[in-house]
């Protein structure tokens, strides 16, 4: 009997034991300070393909141009459309700046960020001239991505230049998000810096149900900067191998490196082989910056920004409902949310931040209204009667809320509740439309939108213990991928028993499926080291999976070669496998 064929009965072993063989905990995928600048993980950002799309779709309409397809418009629809539009037109509708200030102005913003440019713009590459060429015939994009990011662009440049970095960073968030604050990738990836969960946690970027970091301007900038920073001193000072590396990691970048040097070729970032996303990940970078440093050669009219801040960083001590603090504040609530996205909810997080980026001429305002509300009234409460047959999680439920909330305000130590008990349960002040970019609300109309191209009939379906996407997406005839993204998902996040998922299924008999066993106990998540000789067709077909599922799952392109000794993750059916 073969080694191979011995290797395969002992994974079979493993597998009907009920053991996997790699079974990553979140302990294991935290980055640790070592391995995060020699990571191969390829970061799959949201990027400016969909806003890309959206405009090449039809160029010459206005009404095309201000639909981008990014996760924050996918969230729009007929139900809520006038909430969605108000709050699309916000993200991109730049601050007013009245004649006075622009003529006072000794510099504009764009003068400031030219002044900090530090990298080689040469274009000779052509991935270079390649993206020049997309921009200079689609000017509308630069509009749009100005538009999005002039909440957010003098507060980058300053930090950038504090930390004394090429300001070119400034303008990566394009690249990585168009400077949607809402972005998420199916690569796991969130927010303008677009970091996945394990890298975003390694520089404390915390995620919780009230909020997450990733998305929050001040730390997630932070964050990018210092990583950035940190990958140029690994780079020996190189910022375009930094660039690389920030976008496929360190390790990916040492080991094209290493493979030129073995060839006695050179290890600039032109001359390597890279993933296809981070070949052209640079040359958008240098694209940009050429635009911005030389917009009339490229036909391309920037927006003014004055350079003076958009926002104001004030304190609120507490926790504080969002549309009371639009009501303080005197703005709409979603521009509460578009300069505080990290905020998945109605109210800002219990636990901090305490505090709100507010429009600037706002802030002053804002305190002074805010002191006079008892601290108390931040949030509305309901004093809840606990009936028969209640728990804390179909209370959580009924008030949009979660148990651990109910919990903690309470000062409850367990689970435990008897009938006749008052409960305090923090709830949103306003209706739940007026909260159109909470996570919550946004969720709701993706999941109602997501069908509009799809042949399949919608199933509402509660995930199980045990259930995988595999197992969903198998069952209902449809790709792991588009379950996720129906459900504002990446394939790598985790099915928590309970949540509710819709499906656009293409199985004749989709509701049976939904309330079916399936014998949950046939399909392990098991890990595999590649072997010499290795394709993902000869892997797919050895266990009897799909290459697009392998791809999938483990963030890969398809038509790279994969490497010996590379580690992939697995979802086996032993009824169908060798």
Not at 290 to 310: H, T
Not at 417 to 434: D, N, Y
Not at 485 to 499: E, F, Q, R, Y
Request: proline share 5%.
């Amino acid at each position: 009997m073969s080694v191979s064929r011995l290797s395969i009965l002992f994974l079979l072993g493993t597998l009907t034991s009920g053991c996997s063989i790699f079974e990553p905990t979140e302990r294991d995928q935290t980055e640790s300070s070592s391995n995060l600048l020699e990571s191969e993980r390829l970061t799959v950002a949201a990027g400016d393909d969909d806003l890309k799309e959206s405009i090449e779709s039809d160029p010459d309409s206005e009404s095309a141009d201000r639909s981008s397809r990014t996760e924050l418009d996918d969230a729009i629809e007929p139900s809520l459309k006038k909430a969605a539009e108000n709050a699309r037109q916000k993200l991109d509708t730049p601050k007013k700046t009245s004649a006075s200030e622009e003529e006072v102005a000794v510099s504009d913003l764009w003068q400031r960020l030219r002044s900090g440019f530090a990298l080689d713009h040469d274009d000779s590459d052509p991935r270079v001239q390649a993206q020049l060429n997309w921009y200079m015939n689609h000017p509308s994009y630069i509009d749009r991505v100005v538009e999005r990011g002039s909440r957010y662009l003098h507060y980058i440049v300053t930090e950038t230049e504090e930390r004394g970095l090429p300001t070119e960073l400034a303008l990566l968030p394009i690249v990585e998000s168009a400077f949607d604050p809402f972005a998420y990738s199916h690569g796991r990836a969130a927010g303008l810096w677009q970091f996945i969960p394990s890298t975003g946690k390694y520089f404390g970027l915390s995620q919780s149900w009230w909020h997450d970091d990733r998305r929050d301007v001040i730390a997630a900038t932070d964050a990018a900067l210092t990583y950035l920073d940190r990958l140029a001193n690994r780079f020996d000072g190189d910022y375009m191998l930094a660039l690389a590396a920030y976008n496929s990691g360190g390790g990916t970048v040492s080991s094209a490196m290493r493979r030129n040097r073995n060839k006695n070729a050179s290890t600039d970032y032109w001359s390597l082989d890279l993933p296809r996303e981070t070949r052209h990940y640079v040359p958008k970078l240098i694209a940009l910056a050429k635009i911005f440093d030389q917009p009339e050669k490229y036909g391309i009219e920037l927006p003014p920004l004055v350079d003076e801040p958009y926002f104001e960083v004030v304190e609120t001590g507490s926790q504080l409902d969002l549309a009371q603090a639009a009501e303080l504040a005197g703005v709409d609530i979603d521009e509460i949310y578009l300069l505080n996205p990290s905020f998945n909810r109605w109210a800002t997080s219990p636990d901090g931040p305490h505090r709100l980026l507010l429009p600037r001429e706002k802030a002053e305002t804002f305190t002074a209204a805010l002191e006079s509300i008892d601290p108390d009234e931040r949030v509305s409460w309901n004093n809840y009667k606990v009936k028969s047959g209640d728990t804390l999680g179909t209370i959580a439920q009924r008030y949009s809320t979660k148990p651990s909330v109910i919990q903690q305000v309470n000062n409850l130590d367990s689970h435990i509740i008897r009938v006749g008990q008052r409960l305090m349960i923090p709830s949103a002040a306003k209706q739940s439309e007026t909260y159109a970019l909470s996570a919550s609300e946004r969720l709701a109309r993706k999941q109602q939108s997501s069908g509009k191209n799809s042949n399949g009939k919608r199933v509402d379906y509660t995930v199980r213990s045990g259930d995988t996407f595999w197992d969903i997406a198998r069952e209902h005839r449809v790709s792991v991928r588009q379950v996720a993204s129906w459900n504002g998902m990446a394939p790598g996040d985790p099915l928590i028993p309970g949540k509710k998922l819709v499906i656009w299924s293409e199985s004749k008999q989709p509701a049976m499926l939904a309330s079916n066993d399936r014998g949950k106990g046939m399909v392990r998540k098991v890990g595999y080291q590649v072997r010499k000789g290795d394709s993902l067709s000869t892997i797919a077909n050895r266990f009897a999976v799909n290459v697009k599922d392998i791809a999938s799952w483990n963030d890969l392109n398809a038509s790279r070669y994969l490497q010996p000794g590379q580690s992939l993750v697995l979802y086996v059916d032993i009824r169908n496998s060798p």
